[in-house]
């Protein structure tokens, strides 16, 4: 039976590749010179450390920018609110990956609202689709790609 799997997930390694180039950028611009503004990967997320929270605002988007360019859909971000501690101020930026229950319980039923033929299953943090026809997984895909579940999805493991 043809089936395939519905992730989200991102590269580590671009992400570690967008950070540098964000630092990189940083560290070259006129408006933060002398300042001690830098990016901090850590294993789930980024911490943006600067002096103010003005310049923290002024970083969101260059991380953002090098995301995208990289290839990483900026969805998969979740940023707290900045806090100062000190002299610097920090924002916490979580990166989510896997599909957690409650939006794998929402793929579920949109697909059986729609009535497409295909039965999707939960399994772990991706969903897992099958059916008789490989027309109807492809409708499936199309279904889904126009809906919004709040992250990212791609769609991998396609098999006849």
Aim: aromatic share 6%.
């Amino acid at each position: 039976m043809p089936s395939f799997d519905i992730v989200s997930e991102f590269d580590n390694h671009e992400v570690d590749n967008a950070v540098d180039q964000a630092n990189r950028e940083v560290s070259t611009r006129f408006d933060f010179k002398g300042s001690n503004a830098l990016f901090e990967q850590q294993e789930d997320a980024i911490i943006m450390k600067a002096e103010s929270t003005f310049q923290l605002q002024q970083m969101l988007p260059i991380l953002y920018s090098k995301m995208t360019k990289r290839g990483i859909d900026v969805a998969c971000l979740a940023s707290d609110n900045p806090h100062t501690v000190g002299k610097t101020a920090q924002q916490s930026i979580a990166l989510k990956q896997g599909i957690d229950t409650a939006t794998g319980k929402k793929i579920v039923t949109t697909i059986k609202e729609k009535e497409m033929k295909v039965q999707a299953s939960i399994q772990g943090e991706k969903v897992r689709i099958t059916g008789k026809k490989r027309d109807d997984l492809q409708q499936t895909i199309q279904m889904l790609k126009g809906e919004d579940f709040g992250q990212p999805l791609q769609f991998n493991n396609f098999r006849d």
